[in-house]
């Protein structure tokens, strides 16, 4: 099946700190690609939907000038946690997909864990 | 509007017996659903997915799901658990229109006693 990769996988930052996480298909081109929160013993939580070149669509409720999305390209989106703070201490997993279509799967990273110290 | 409930926060099974995890959903129009697991500190691995072909979908490691719109369900089952399928596991609809929008249940923790 389709590959995605996210980096870091791991991170612990101080408050105040931006942190960059990236999310990259690696077999295929992704013309969308979500990006989810994961609270421990909790469901994902859709944070904002990104397609590639233009602006992300964000849900309600998620700040869109803290968490900063950019998708540049086919393979790749970044989501930037601006001036981390211990609550934004979570697990972030993308996901991405190919287009047309209904029923298309979404192929899902292995997830950033950050920490905000 | 779409929704998914996950009927059982918790399931816990011996080794070698059968497993049902209970997924009912409710979509505005013909859903694509999908079972998906996470092990623990891990990302989401596909179990398997319907979307309008075969009502009975067999997916990977001897997992399968019954769609049946009559009853808006569709349960994941696997014959014999073994203990590598204890994990969290996660029911998603998606009904495909406008932005994709996809909705997660809110888990069914799986315990597999030995």
């Known amino acids: 099946g389709a590959v995605v990769s996210q980096h870091p996988s791991r991170v612990i930052c101080k408050s105040g700190t931006s942190v960059k996480i990236e999310c990259r298909s690696l077999d295929f081109q992704a013309t969308t690609m979500f990006w989810y929160r994961q609270f421990p013993k909790k469901s994902l939580m859709l944070m904002a939907t990104s397609n590639e070149g233009s602006k992300a669509t964000y849900e309600q409720g998620v700040e869109k000038d803290k968490f900063l999305i950019n998708h540049a390209s086919l393979t790749l989106s970044t989501l930037t946690v601006t001036s981390a703070h211990p609550e934004d201490s979570s697990f972030y997993i993308c996901?991405?997909?190919?287009?047309?279509?209904?029923?298309?799967?979404?192929?899902f990273g292995p997830g950033t864990r950050l920490l905000v110290l | 509007a779409q929704s998914v409930t996950q009927l059982d926060s918790h399931v816990s099974v011996s080794e070698g017996t059968p497993v049902l995890l209970r997924c009912n959903y409710s979509?505005?129009?013909?859903?694509?659903l999908f079972w998906y697991v996470q092990h623990p500190n891990k990302g989401l691995q596909l179990l398997l997915k319907y979307t309008s072909a075969a009502t009975l979908v067999k997916g990977i490691n001897g997992f399968e799901a019954e769609f049946k719109k009559s009853e808006t369900s569709f349960h994941l089952t696997k014959p014999s658990a073994h203990m590598s399928d204890a994990a969290e596991y996660f029911c998603?609809?998606?009904?495909?229109?406008?932005?994709?929008?996809?909705?997660f249940g809110a888990g069914t923790r799986l315990f597999v006693k030995a």
């Open positions: 979509s505005s129009y013909s859903p694509s």
């Open positions: 998603v609809v998606s009904d495909g229109t406008g932005g994709f929008k996809t909705i």
């Open positions: 996901s991405a997909k190919t287009s047309g279509g209904r029923g298309e799967t979404q192929y």
